[in-house]
């Protein structure tokens, strides 16, 4: 019988994303310029040659050892597990030895991967049921972003002097809209005005949002939650909003997660005012959002991921047109 993993967050991840590689990236790029012809000979000599030099943490390792430390939390009568991490690589499976010989090395409990050999990996979300997709490649966040199936982000370099992150606790910022929450209210901000947008949300305030990329993710956060056996500040898993919106359009965040019948435990409404403090407060092990006039600060000090827009959407218009 299959694995039933409705009731597991299933996170994807790619061997950049989880470890540093840096390294090996630059090394590939350069050999790709200096000799196409002769690049995959000459990138898995070289990867080869330090299959058993362990690799640095990257981004999003430190958010996958929290959160597959949840499982510890699991009861007698659970049949799957709370969190399942599987690896998801452009590597050959060859030149993905180093990759899986850290994981061990690490006690990762890690057991499912795919090695694609330079395909996209974007095509194998659903065979793997991921519900959220951590990768440093753009084109297959946007592939991924596009085909709806879950979340995903391109995560940013690991910040040097991250705050010390409360051990036993999972802890990720969200922003609001075009992440959690659909892009409709975000597009009248940027095409009409903040008055606009305030009178808006202020008048729509009893009617809840449409679900953003991330909504999901929230919600199955929200029913990982139940299965864990504490909850409020006690709670192995702690979830803020970090939103640039104010009064009064803050009263349409809160009800429309009244709708969704999700609960989280911090909400900061910051009127403009930069994320940066609020983030190095809360100490998350990952910051999502989609403006990255916010994340190039935030990621100097917290593991952060930029949520793309959808190709269609006319935010993505928007941006292109404004440099962003």
């Not at 009731?7 to 989880?18: D, K």
């Not at 000799?35 to 690799?55: G, T, W």
């Not at 139940?226 to 909850?231: A, V």
Request: proline fraction near 5%; hydrophobic fraction near 45%; aromatic fraction near 6%.
């Amino acid at each position: 019988m299959a694995l039933d993993l409705s009731n597991t967050l299933v996170v994807g991840i790619s061997a950049t994303a989880l470890f540093d590689m840096s390294e090996s990236d630059q090394m590939f790029k350069a050999a790709l310029e200096a000799d196409p012809e002769s690049v995959i000979d000459n990138y898995r000599s070289y990867m080869q040659a330090r299959e058993d030099e362990p690799l640095a943490a990257g981004t999003g390792y430190h958010l996958v050892k929290a959160l597959l430390d949840l499982n510890l939390h699991m009861k007698g009568e659970d049949t799957s597990p709370l969190v399942e991490v599987v690896v998801l690589s452009r590597n050959s499976p060859d030149t993905g030895i180093r990759v899986l010989k850290t994981i061990r090395l690490d006690q990762l409990a890690i057991t499912r991967s795919a090695f694609t050999g330079g395909e996209s990996v974007a095509d194998y979300m659903d065979a793997f049921d991921v519900d959220l997709f951590l990768t440093t490649n753009v084109e297959d966040a946007q592939k991924v972003i596009d085909s709806r199936q879950c979340a995903a982000a391109v995560l940013k370099a690991p910040p040097v002097n991250a705050p010390q992150i409360p051990e036993g606790q999972v802890r990720i910022a969200f922003d609001g809209d075009a992440v959690l929450f659909s892009d409709a209210s975000e597009l009248v901000y940027k095409t009409q005005g903040l008055d606009a947008f305030k009178a808006q949300e202020d008048a729509l305030q009893h009617t809840p949002m449409e679900e953003g990329p991330y909504a999901s993710l929230l919600l199955k956060l929200a029913r990982l939650q139940e299965r864990l056996p504490t909850g409020g500040k006690d709670s192995p898993i702690r979830i803020a909003i970090v939103t640039a919106r104010n009064s009064p359009s803050e009263m349409r965040v809160i009800n429309t997660l009244r709708a969704w019948g999700v609960y989280v435990d911090e909400a900061f409404f910051l009127g403009g005012v930069g994320k940066t403090k609020v983030l190095s407060a809360f100490t998350p092990h990952i910051f999502f959002d989609d403006q990255d006039i916010h994340l190039e600060a935030a990621a100097n000090l917290v593991p952060s991921g930029k949520v793309p827009y959808l190709t269609k959407s006319a935010l993505s218009g928007l941006q292109v047109a404004s440099g962003e």
